[in-house]
């Protein structure tokens, strides 16, 4: 076994899920079925953190396609989160890959993600790097587009996705973090503390733990979106303040939100810099995935144990990333506060997009309230803002109109 029994030890009565049913599959080396399904993967690379990959690639997706990784939580299993989290109805709609980590018994007893074990979280070893070569192989078997791919995880899994995007910030252009905890909350604290008391530091430790990943690091950051639950007992809701500040620090913007926005199901959001960092409180929510069980567009998921039903996390966070913005790659926009990750996102208010989408424009007509509701837009002072062009809109309310055309990933204009 690969894990010390202290660690172990600690680790009991940590972030809990029940076991969910899982979906069928089938082991595979590359190519998919005829009809999409979740497919094992095999032979994705040495493997030192032994993990399972397993991958989901829709029907007719496009070369040059997007990857969103998934990282479930404790006692769960890679195909029971991917078939509950909802992400699948928005790889079918807007085509991506979705790559599925699966971590087992035989290396923790609870099937957590080790988001605090040293050889697990540094770049180039132990779990981190065994999801890296998971991405690796979809670049080179699939045609992944390196400059979007995407991470998020519940939990433990949450905690992994924090350290993904700390040691390898050149391979994840954004990431959300479900009911998890900052990067090396843990080691130098116990989970018990991180998870049950949370550890206060300043965003500038917090933010120095980020760099000292890959200190060789020249390019941008991710963008992080993250989720919780104000009743989170089994991961308290101050880590997600403590994210908020670690993230907010790495990306260079300030700790007071630029915009906030009241959502379905109790659910508050508040933005920071030019689209940097997003956070999500749920208000009464629990510990788990949040999803929306239901046939309207931003709506997903099917309600369980840690999956729980109050709001689509995977609608938003697949609208945060600019999957939504076509089937193939896409336009890159030259710079903007809320760019396609393709570009690498920037904090210029100022900057010009390019408007030359190589697929036909979306336009959308609806209030202000349902613009910033479903990622099209963002409001401040009482008005909403169009995302990318910043143009005013208007007030934000549910009476006032405007129609918006995409003209990039996640690049919106007034008027069609």
């Known amino acids: 076994m690969r894990r010390s029994p202290s660690l172990l030890t600690r680790l009991t009565g940590a972030v809990a899920g029940i ?19 979740l497919t094992q993967v095999t032979g994705f690379g040495s493997n030192p953190g032994n993990l399972a990959m397993y991958a989901y690639r829709p029907d007719n997706l496009p070369a040059g396609a997007p990857a969103v990784v998934l990282l479930h939580g404790c006692t769960q299993n890679a195909p029971g989160y991917f078939a509950n989290s909802g992400w699948q ?22 099937s957590c993600f080790n988001w605090f074990v040293e050889q697990d979280i540094t ?13 690796d192989h979809a670049k080179n078997n699939y045609g992944t587009d390196p400059g979007r791919v995407f991470v998020s995880g519940l939990s433990a899994g949450g905690g992994m996705s924090a350290t993904m995007l700390a040691t390898y910030p050149d391979v994840f252009a954004a990431g959300s973090v479900i009911a998890g905890l900052p990067y090396r909350c843990a080691p130098p604290a116990s989970t018990s503390t991180c998870q049950y008391s949370g550890v206060n530091k300043t965003p500038q430790q917090w933010g120095d733990l980020v760099r000292a ?16 639950g104000t009743s989170d007992s089994t991961v308290v809701p101050a880590n997600a303040t403590e994210l908020r500040d670690q993230w907010t620090n790495v990306r260079g913007v300030s700790q007071t939100p630029t915009s ?25 929510m629990g510990h788990g995935t949040p999803v929306d069980p239901g ?27 600019g999957l939504n913005g076509g089937t193939g790659p896409g336009p890159t926009p030259t710079a903007s506060p809320t760019a396609s990750p393709t570009a690498g996102p920037t904090a210029s208010p100022t900057a010009s997009p390019t408007t030359s989408p190589t697929t036909a424009p979306t336009c959308v007509t609806a209030s202000n309230y349902a613009h910033v509701t479903a990622g099209r837009a963002y409001h401040s002072g009482g008005y909403a803002y169009a995302n990318g062009s910043n143009q005013r809109m208007g007030l934000y309310n549910t009476f006032y109109t405007s129609t918006l055309k995409q003209t990039g990933p996640n690049h919106w204009v007034i008027g069609c």
């Open 123 to 135: 770049r180039g070893s132990g779990e981190a790097l065994s999801i890296k070569q998971m991405v």
């Open 19 to 37: 076991v969910l049913a899982a979906t069928a599959v089938t082991t595979i080396a590359a190519a998919p079925a005829q009809a999409a399904t």
């Open 260 to 284: 906030t926005a009241a959502l379905p199901a109790n659910t508050s959001l508040e933005v920071y810099g030019n689209n940097d960092v997003r956070l999500y409180r749920i208000s009464g």
């Open 213 to 228: 990943a890959y200190p060789g690091h020249t390019g941008p950051r991710p963008r992080v979106a993250i989720w919780h």
């Open 89 to 110: 109805k928005f790889a079918d709609q807007w085509k991506f890959t979705v790559i599925v980590a699966g971590q087992s018994s035989a290396n923790q007893p609870l």
């Open 295 to 321: 046939p309207a567009a931003d709506q997903c998921g099917t309600a369980g144990a840690y999956i729980l039903d109050t709001i689509c996390s995977a609608y938003h966070d697949a609208v945060f990333f």
